[in-house]
């Protein structure tokens, strides 16, 4: 059921007010696929969850090859797996400082959520996996790794997410689109989500100023603005608390602020290091050649 404007205020002023919340206390949503992954294929099986809950059906091996540049591309992003998914007439949006209530809410209105997280606590590598369900303190997830009935805490599924500042995707059909920006609200909009994600970051150094995941969370959020020196300085911050060099496989934010800002050395010093852990990436390769090439080599 699609609630109007009014009506959700309504529940909202209710809910402040001490009243029980207007969502159900669980939800799991049907028709979910799950397939277990082949090396680095966790973006391929998201998208066959993806797809096969809107009713078609890809393979595994389909959607790897559409994604992947070549059987050992070690990364797919979330622009790449949303673009895919638009092939067969869904549209997405990506967007970052998600919670657990955006993400009951949306999985109420029948929208399965990706989420970017870490793949387990202690783990460096990036992961997708898609929220289908919640109840009382948990959310359920089909994890092409960990299995299609992964149940995590809240606690758990909100620490995994901040090393990827929140982020999210949200795919639907084009004719359900008012249903989503109904749920948004400001941050449907890409421009007020940045800018969301910057309140969030600047409250969250202020609380963990010695967390290097949140200081990269500010910088993307002030790149995306427009405020390339401040994002440089948090990229920097973030640099030298200590960001492992697995992170820049799935992230190049900071290579575009260094890129904007001139300082090509540190781009060409971070991408050789990390071309050396992952020499197949596409993203790291086209980086380090823009930099040898500002620097005249």
């Known amino acids: 059921m699609t609630l109007s404007p009014l009506l959700r205020l309504c529940l909202a002023l209710c809910t402040l007010g001490g009243a029980a919340s207007a969502l159900p206390a669980s939800v799991t949503l049907g028709g979910i696929r799950h397939e277990y992954q082949g090396p680095d294929n966790c973006a391929p099986v998201t998208s066959l969850t993806v797809l096969g809950y809107y009713g078609t059906r890809v393979t595994q091996a389909q959607a790897a090859s559409a994604m992947k540049d070549a059987p050992g591309d070690p990364q797919v992003t979330s622009l790449e797996l949303a673009a895919y998914l638009g092939r067969f007439g869904l549209r997405s949006v990506i967007r970052y400082a998600g919670d657990g209530e955006l993400l009951r809410e949306l999985l109420s209105r029948g929208f399965p959520v990706v989420l970017q997280q870490r793949l387990k606590a202690g783990s460096n590598v990036a992961h997708f996996r898609t929220v289908y369900g919640y109840g009382p303190g948990y959310f359920l997830v089909s994890d092409p790794l960990r299995g299609p009935s992964l149940r995590l ?107 904007k800002a001139g300082d090509h050395r540190k781009t060409l010093t971070w991408t050789t290091r990390a071309l050396k852990a992952f020499p197949s990436s596409k993203e790291l390769q086209q980086f380090q050649r823009r930099a040898q090439a500002a620097l005249g080599g």
């Open 153 to 259: 805490s809240t606690a758990e599924l909100l620490e995994l997410w901040r090393f990827y500042n929140g982020e999210y995707l949200v795919t639907y059909p084009p004719a359900k689109e008012g249903q989503v920006r109904a749920v948004l609200g400001d941050d449907f909009s890409a421009a007020a989500n940045w800018q969301h994600l910057r309140s969030h970051g600047q409250q969250d150094t202020r609380a963990r100023p010695n967390d290097p995941y949140v200081w990269w969370g500010l910088g993307k959020a002030n790149l995306r603005l427009g405020n390339v020196q401040a994002a440089v300085n948090n990229f920097d911050r973030a640099v030298a608390l200590g960001v492992p060099t697995l992170y820049f496989l799935y992230r190049q934010e900071a290579f575009e602020a260094w890129t």
